[in-house]
């Protein structure tokens, strides 16, 4: 399968795409399910996947995706046994995703967003934060850091991607994504 690209489509006026991958289904639903209460000047499209490559069926149905969102769920709810010959489920597969993209994805188009998961299980697999923040900061990308356990959580990160994804789609005049990075380091 090719690699996912930015500029293969055309883009749709007054409209954006983004693609939320992670293994946490909750966690996506949620954030989908905000972002797309939100009010807003332009149309949103969000398509949501536990992994990259996407199937090559509907592949002409598919939009451009201005935006890639990576959901790595800090604490995995894996045994620990089982972890340790494995690593952390959600950091190893965004890792695995990320090799499908495109490189001109990481020209400001993909962001990462590091969640708290229920850390009410007794044995985790604990993601370091400082692991995700390399990965954002080795990549020129954003990273958001996010509970997502309560709506009022959930609505903020929505409105956060969403300015992202206005500026990702080229929807802000004199703004380009390339600047993000600068832009948002205070996120």
Same mark, same amino acid.
């Given at each position: 399968?090719?690699?996912?690209?930015?500029?293969? &489509?055309?883009?749709?006026?007054?409209?954006?795409?983004?693609?939320?991958?992670g293994?946490?289904?909750? =966690?996506?639903?949620?954030?989908?399910?905000? $972002?797309? &209460?939100?009010?807003?000047?332009?149309?949103?499209?969000i398509?949501?996947? !536990?992994?990259?490559?996407?199937p090559?069926?509907?592949?002409?149905?598919?939009?451009?995706?201005?935006?890639?969102?990576?959901?790595?769920?800090?604490?995995? !709810? =894996?045994?620990?046994?089982?972890?340790a010959?494995?690593?952390? !489920?959600?950091?190893?597969?965004?890792?695995?995703?990320? $090799?499908?993209?495109?490189?001109?994805?990481?020209?400001?188009?993909?962001?990462?967003?590091?969640?708290r998961?229920?850390?009410?299980?007794? &044995? =985790?697999?604990?993601?370091?934060?400082?692991?995700?923040?390399?990965?954002?900061?080795?990549?020129?990308?954003?990273?958001? !850091?996010?509970?997502?356990?309560?709506?009022?959580?959930?609505?903020?990160?929505?409105r956060?991607? %969403?300015?992202?994804? &206005?500026?990702?789609?080229?929807?802000?005049?004199?703004?380009?994504?390339?600047? %993000?990075?600068?832009?948002?380091?205070?996120?």
């Amino acid at each position: 399968m090719a690699a996912l690209r930015p500029f293969e &489509k055309m883009p749709v006026v007054n409209a954006a795409a983004v693609l939320l991958v992670g293994s946490e289904e909750s =966690h996506r639903e949620r954030l989908a399910q905000s $972002m797309l &209460k939100e009010p807003k000047i332009f149309d949103v499209k969000i398509h949501m996947t !536990q992994s990259l490559p996407l199937p090559f069926e509907g592949e002409h149905l598919r939009p451009r995706f201005d935006l890639v969102v990576f959901l790595i769920n800090l604490h995995s !709810q =894996h045994r620990y046994e089982i972890v340790a010959e494995m690593g952390c !489920q959600s950091l190893n597969n965004v890792l695995s995703s990320m $090799m499908h993209l495109d490189a001109y994805f990481y020209l400001g188009k993909i962001c990462f967003l590091a969640t708290r998961g229920n850390p009410g299980s007794v &044995k =985790h697999c604990v993601v370091d934060i400082a692991t995700v923040e390399d990965l954002a900061d080795k990549h020129l990308s954003i990273l958001i !850091q996010s509970e997502l356990d309560n709506e009022d959580d959930v609505t903020y990160t929505a409105r956060r991607l %969403l300015n992202i994804l &206005k500026i990702c789609a080229g929807l802000v005049p004199g703004i380009s994504s390339l600047y %993000l990075g600068s832009m948002m380091k205070s996120f």
